[in-house]
């Protein structure tokens, strides 16, 4: 799908009043992965309070075990405190990585920025290997600003507040 039709799509839902922002994230989520079909996992990580790790918020695909990583384990938790897009075309040459599953050859993290503080991330699995172009980091930035600018809109942040 073209960039721009799929940025519309995702502004459309944003201003759907029946979604909440649960909804929101899990409806993004489901859309990316049915309408890309080299996007085979796709969910979105929030800090978790205080704490010095990740936690799953909102998903599509397979479940995972990896719902809590710790900044700097992983391709998420190294994003966490890098700050910078990460893309792995091929997850085998990476020390630091989590596999999720024996299928999962390539991933995409783009950190998810409100008031240039790094506060989660979109990450993406795929089952191909190299399949992530600057198509992919153009579009996944913009649908980070689009629901970095939702969350501020919500008063949905922190998206995990501390206990
Ligand atoms: N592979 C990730 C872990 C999360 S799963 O892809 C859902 C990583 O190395 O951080």
Redesign the pocket.
């Known amino acids: 799908m073209n960039t721009d039709k799929a940025l519309a799509h995702i502004a459309q839902l944003i201003e759907n009043p029946a979604y909440n922002t649960q909804s929101t994230l899990d409806q993004i989520c489901v859309f990316l992965q049915e309408n890309y079909s080299h996007y085979d ?1 796709v ?1 979105f990580y929030f800090r978790n309070g205080v704490k010095e790790e990740l936690k ?1 918020k909102s ?1 599509a695909g397979e479940p ?1 075990d ?1 719902t809590i ?1 710790p900044f700097g ?6 994003v966490a405190v890098s700050n910078k897009n990460f893309v792995v075309p091929d ?1 085998k040459a ?1 020390d ?5 599953s024996i299928n ?1 050859k390539s ?1 995409i ?1 783009i950190p998810l920025f409100v008031d240039q503080e790094n506060i989660g991330q979109i ?1 993406i ?1 795929s089952h191909l290997v190299d399949p992530f172009t600057e198509e992919d980091e153009n579009l996944l930035s913009k649908i980070n600003q689009q629901v970095a600018d939702f969350l501020k809109k919500e008063k949905a942040l922190p998206i995990f507040p501390s206990n």
């Open positions: 996992w969910g799953l998903f995972t990896h990583i384990k992983g391709i998420c938790g190294q997850v990476q630091n990585y989590i596999a999720c999962v991933e993290v990450d699995d």
